[in-house]
């Protein structure tokens, strides 16, 4: 079965400072990988899909970007955070609409920016 | 219209009720959905995938109505621990997934 591996689980950062999430995927290969979002009472936002290396699709616009540098990785970066960035941010990964395979999650990094 | 859309809640409801959540979806062609329950500060689990025959698991059921766009999510005999938020989700063909914002659920002792 799929693992999913996200860290950092907690992260604090001040205003302006860049920001490197990290998601690596086992078990599977050629996944759709997804990065999530979580802000204080709202809703899973989808940030950026991928499905495959270099392939990067961006849901809406913001200050973060995504890359995909291997099959089974994928980094949410940042270059200057703002105080808007705080939030969950979920790693996800699936295989596509074949007999509604289910997603995969990590377990979040919670990010905070002071 | 948005592509996904719950009733955010809350549902309070005594223990022991019965309990039920639609969820729309916009896109025609969607063509896989799930329900997901998400616990305070923690990911999103996934509590059931939804058939086109309908899917019971336990206390759930899910249902599909394809020709007015929508999921069901029934729970019975609720617990306390039934408590959360749940999620519906729908895939499309072009491999994005939608997350709704979620119903809340709180069953009173």
């Known amino acids: 079965s799929q693992t999913i591996h996200q860290w950092p689980a907690t992260l604090v950062q001040p205003v302006g400072s860049p920001l490197s999430l990290e998601c690596t995927v086992e078990g599977t290969s050629n996944p759709n990988l997804y990065w999530y979002r979580q802000a204080a009472g709202r809703g899973l936002q989808l940030l950026f899909y991928?499905?495959?290396?270099?392939?990067i699709s961006s849901e809406v616009p913001q200050n973060l970007s995504a890359s995909r540098p291997q099959d089974r990785q994928f980094i949410l970066s940042s270059k200057k955070l703002l105080l808007s960035d705080s939030g969950f941010y979920l790693c996800?990964?699936?295989?596509?609409?074949?007999?509604?395979?289910?997603?995969?999650f990590g377990d979040g990094t919670r990010l905070s920016i002071l | 219209r948005k592509e996904v859309e719950q009733d955010p809640g809350p549902f309070n409801v005594p223990e022991g009720a019965t309990v039920a959540f639609n969820c729309t979806y916009s896109n025609s062609a969607s063509q896989s959905f799930f329900w997901y329950r998400q616990d305070c500060r923690k990911e999103p689990k996934l509590l059931m995938s939804?058939?086109?025959s309908g899917n019971e698991d336990g206390r759930f059921t899910a249902q599909l109505n394809r020709a007015s766009q929508y999921i069901s999510l029934l729970i019975r005999d609720s617990k306390l621990s039934d408590s959360a938020t749940y999620l519906c989700v729908v895939e499309n063909r072009d491999d994005k997934i939608i997350f709704g914002k979620g119903t809340r659920l709180h069953i009173l002792p």
């Open positions: 939804v058939y086109s």
């Open positions: 991928s499905v495959g290396i270099g392939q």
């Open positions: 996800a990964s699936g295989q596509g609409s074949i007999d509604n395979q289910p997603q995969h």
